[in-house]
């Protein structure tokens, strides 16, 4: 008889030690609880955290406002990050176009983005804290640190978006050109998160009384997740078709040459080019001041030469004012490392170096006899020179005296891309390929006998590009430097791009998306199915658990304990047992 006791002892002991563990995994969960309100709220002592009472709203009005806040600027910081980091193909644009209103380099372009990247981030982690809270039943108690920069982000996202966008304002075209690619992507993300909401979202529904709120709540969240849902329906992507359909990758023409490798508009760039693979080179072409046809972009030279030390009271002259052999005495390359508008001058060579920092102003002969050589094409915008140059009317009969007989480049060779007195050259030179900015009909555009067009890739639409496909007009594209984009233009159809890196889209042996129609449409059921699965579980789950305690424990335990009502019983039970193993030790075994 005195067996069964010993037993019944042991067996509570047993139920003690597996009490204690219990409470001790609660004990552990309630330190990463603490972490997370210290994080949020620096409130990292245990009395200062408070539980939210079943069926009372997470935290208060003002509470409420702080996580809104944090929500909105989650949204618009996110916005600012999309928006610039698919801006990347245009930076140089951007700190160039910086460095022509403040008068010196910065490279503004990146410091934009990694202060993106850290706000976003953030507030990221702020909302990331205040979801964990949610689900684990705490009150939110916002520091007020964070709710100073929480407003500095929100005002900082706001004040850059509307800057940029009065300023760049066509680089929302390519945002809206990136979702062709990205959204696929997107949407499996945008997903993903609200499958992972519907845990606290589950917790929040089934705790509250008031109806009112748990309906909004609900409404709201199957409101975005629905919509979410059917977003695939109404997009539209180029890259998403039959492999079969998908024709040649655009030829490469080197924009500069190759301004990433060497100084643009030199001749050691074109050659870089031309190395790297390029079918054709871009450029610039001012009139010099006694009549020598060379290579210049900008309206002055203060940019890319050393003018500033060489004429320093003609810094912000025109080009075209100055004599070939004063143009001569300019370094055109000395720049490229001082700058590094590219962050590549560390990759060239101690012989490159060398070269690059000796480049000078190189005349259009040079560079038409170079294409000549290799048997590229060309492509060039002329300038018409000011007024009191001496080649100011015959700036297009001067150019045309170099192609024909100067270069020994042939004249199918070129596009001619200049829009003015287009018929006169024509008449003087029919072998040239008429190349056009302007999007006219293409009826108009045969009329006109134009071969090519040469749009920015903002313009960038399948439809028009087969359209004009169609007629015998090519499409080119200008300036594309990011895989991505170029990835778009060849889904696209386009025929050629002008591009900074032409080393690195030569390597692009395929579109970086290319999906077709069946592949995306299983891909999005699948993901889409799987999600509801998950989300209706876990509100079940909730339900049930609500449902289950609702009904085995005292309903005053639950109003003042939450979701933590059971660990006051589970304390109970530890020193019931406790109690009741020290009493059985004074009773004597019969």
């Excluded at 998403?240 to 760039?269: D, F, Q, V, W």
Aim: net charge neutral.
């Amino acid at each position: 008889m005195g067996t069964a006791p010993a037993e019944g002892t042991q067996l509570k002991l047993g139920k003690l030690k597996v009490a204690r563990q219990r409470l001790l995994q609660r004990y552990e969960h309630q330190l990463f609880v603490s972490c997370l309100a210290g994080l949020y709220g620096c409130q990292w002592r245990r009395s200062q955290r408070t539980h939210a009472h079943r069926g009372h709203c997470c935290c208060s009005k003002r509470e409420c406002c702080s996580f809104a806040l944090i929500v909105l600027t989650f949204c618009l910081s996110l916005v600012f990050l999309y928006f610039w980091s698919e801006a990347r193909n245009d930076y140089n644009d951007f700190d160039w176009f910086n460095f022509g209103n403040l008068g010196f380099w910065f490279p503004w372009s990146i410091v934009l983005l990694i202060l993106a990247v850290f706000l976003f981030t953030y507030v990221a982690v702020l909302l990331l804290l205040a979801v964990c809270l949610l689900s684990e039943g705490q009150r939110l108690y916002l520091h007020w640190c964070h709710k100073i920069g929480i407003s500095v982000t929100l005002i900082l996202s706001i004040v850059a978006s509307s800057v940029l966008t009065d300023l760049w304002s066509k680089e929302w075209k390519t945002v809206l050109l990136s979702f062709q690619v990205t959204a696929p992507y997107l949407h499996i993300g945008g997903v993903v998160l609200m499958t992972l909401l519907s845990w606290p979202v589950g917790f929040h529904v089934f705790r509250l009384n008031m109806r009112a709120r748990r309906m909004a709540m609900m409404v709201l969240y199957i409101t975005v997740l629905v919509t979410l849902y059917l977003v695939p329906l109404g997009m539209h992507s180029p890259c998403i078709k039959e492999r079969s359909s998908l024709g040649s990758a655009p030829a490469l023409i080197g924009h500069r040459g190759a301004p990433m490798l060497a100084p643009e508009n030199t001749y050691m760039s074109f050659e870089k080019a031309l190395a790297a693979g390029a079918d054709g080179l871009e450029t610039d072409v001012t009139i010099s001041y006694d009549g020598v046809p060379f290579l210049m972009h900008d309206k002055n030279l203060r940019r890319t030469t050393n003018v500033k030390d060489v004429f320093p009271n003609w810094t912000h002259t025109s080009p075209a004012m100055f004599t070939w052999r004063e143009l001569q005495s300019l370094n055109t390359g000395s720049w490229f490392f001082s700058q590094d508008p590219f962050g590549t001058a560390s990759s060239l060579s101690a012989d490159e170096r060398l070269q690059a920092q000796n480049q000078s102003v190189c005349t259009l002969r040079a560079f038409l006899d170079l294409a000549a050589q290799y048997e590229k094409l060309v492509i060039f915008d002329l300038y018409r020179p000011p007024r009191g140059h001496p080649y100011r009317d015959a700036w297009i009969s001067r150019t045309l005296d170099v192609i024909q007989n100067e270069s020994s480049i042939h004249s199918s060779q070129v596009l001619w891309l200049p829009p003015d007195l287009r018929e006169f050259v024509q008449e003087m030179d029919p072998d040239l390929q008429q190349t056009t900015g302007e999007q006219a009909p293409a009826e108009e555009l045969q009329l006109r006998h134009i071969a090519r067009l040469n749009i920015h890739y903002s313009s960038m639409s399948e439809k028009e590009i087969r359209k004009y496909a169609a007629a015998n007009i090519s499409t080119n594209l200008y300036v594309i430097s990011e895989p991505w984009l170029y990835s778009l233009a060849w889904c696209a159809g386009a025929h050629s791009v002008a591009t900074n890196a032409v080393h690195i889209l030569k390597n692009l042996r395929r579109p970086l998306f290319l999906m077709t129609p069946d592949e995306y449409m299983l891909m999005w059921t699948l993901t889409d199915i799987t999600s509801l699965l998950l989300v209706v579980i876990i509100f079940v789950f909730h339900w049930w658990r609500e449902r289950g305690l609702a009904h085995s424990v005292d309903s005053s335990s639950l109003l003042e304990h939450g979701s933590y009502r059971q660990f006051r019983a589970e304390v109970n039970d530890v020193w019931s047992l406790s109690n009741m193993s020290g009493s059985e030790k004074q009773v004597p075994s019969l």
